[in-house]
């Protein structure tokens, strides 16, 4: 008996430990780099742009070089630069197909073309190196592609450009995740940095719930202390 709750108490904090659930022996590991492709995928042309791209990479790279990790590095950075180029690649095509119905589509939660104009800009400043610029450009990475395919950008100039820019950033980040994980300080204290690096990626859109909440607070009490209009006044 004595045993069994011993046993019991060890396990307890194993499957509490994030560090062990993302490793390569615990129960998501085989999970967490289609995971991470998918997500690099969708926000890399599916106009899906608060995805933590950035920090997904790094951290994806950080653990890919500790001990049990769930895939070798190589295969992570592979897989992450596929993923990054494949959706470069569905955001032209979305573009080229679909640009003049998107052009006209009202705003959504996600979709914004306040995203387009912003990207657009990009363009009209940097020209076609913008699909290498903007990958290190939230939300921009995400709408740079389908501009370049609404513009009717050349596809043979845009190709060579999207294998850069997909390199350059599925590969450049993730292995800069993982030359930062071989030091001793980063090793000891992944969990930390893991937890603050989650933190830093929801708080834009923390931060972005907060002030339309108190936008719409502050509409709200502009309405009620609005005065009355005096043809209002004088039919009361």
Not at 114 to 131: R, W
Not at 153 to 158: G, I, K
Not at 215 to 233: H, I, N
Request: hydrophobic share 50%.
């Amino acid at each position: 008996m004595h045993d069994a709750l011993v046993t019991t108490m060890a396990l307890g904090p194993t499957w509490m430990d994030p560090m062990y659930l993302l490793s390569g022996s615990g129960p998501f590991g085989s999970l967490i780099l289609p995971g991470i492709s998918l997500i690099v995928f969708i926000e890399s042309g599916l106009l899906f742009p608060l995805l933590p791209g950035d920090s997904l990479l790094f951290t994806g790279g950080m653990l890919a070089v500790q001990p049990d990790s769930f895939a070798p590095l190589w295969a992570v950075i592979v897989a992450c630069m596929c993923a990054a180029f494949l959706g470069d690649q569905s955001g032209y095509w979305i573009g080229r197909k679909f640009g003049e119905a998107l052009s006209g589509r009202p705003d959504g939660k996600i979709f914004k073309q306040a995203y387009l104009t912003q990207s657009h800009e990009f363009f009209a400043k940097h020209g076609p190196v913008t699909v290498i610029i903007c990958r290190f450009v939230p939300i921009v990475r995400t709408y740079a592609p389908l501009v370049a395919g609404m513009s009717r950008m050349n596809y043979r100039v845009f190709l060579p450009f999207s294998v850069c820019g997909a390199t350059l950033w599925g590969g450049g980040v993730t292995l800069l995740g993982a030359w930062l994980g071989h030091y001793d300080f980063i090793r000891e204290n992944i969990e930390p940095i893991f937890l603050l690096i989650v933190f830093v990626s929801i708080l834009p859109g923390i931060i972005g719930a907060a002030k339309k909440f108190l936008d719409a607070r502050r509409a709200g009490s502009a309405t009620v202390d609005a005065p009355e209009a005096p043809d209002a006044a004088r039919a009361s």
